[in-house]
């Protein structure tokens, strides 16, 4: 994103395409497939179909909407569609997203842990 004070507010057409490579993000379905696609590289709708154990329309559907967002590329290998990832930036928003829900899941993970004891000791000192 554009930074520094000449840069803001952002223009609306640059709002509404982020808006819509959220969007295109925003889906569990697509965040699968595109983990499928992380680790193999390339496949096609009826091999990503399988791996996830989902409708081969359903997935389809989904690779087109990411394919037109521009964060996959389709290539033909005889009379199959081909996908891979071709916008790399997406991987490294998905590790942000990923380290940050860690982080968060370690902090809650820590109250949790410690919450027993907080309570035995808010119950020792009540009144009786």
């Known amino acids: 994103m554009p930074s520094g004070p000449h840069d803001r507010p952002l223009p609306d057409e640059f709002v509404e395409l982020i808006a819509r ?20 590289g390339e496949a096609s709708v009826g091999e990503l179909a399988d791996e996830l154990g989902a409708g081969y329309a359903n997935v389809a559907k989904h690779l087109t909407l990411l394919h037109q967002r521009g964060i996959l590329g389709r290539s033909k290998q005889g009379t ?20 940050a829900l860690a982080s968060q899941l370690r902090e809650l993970e820590a109250v949790i842990s410690s919450a027993p004891e907080q309570f035995a000791q808010s119950t020792q000192e009540a009144p009786a």
């Open 21 to 40: 490579r959220f969007a295109a993000l925003g889906d569990p379905m697509r965040v699968r497939l595109l983990d499928a696609l992380r680790g193999r």
């Open 80 to 99: 199959r569609a081909v996908y891979r990832i071709s916008d790399p930036s997406v991987l490294e928003l998905c590790e942000v997203v990923c380290g």
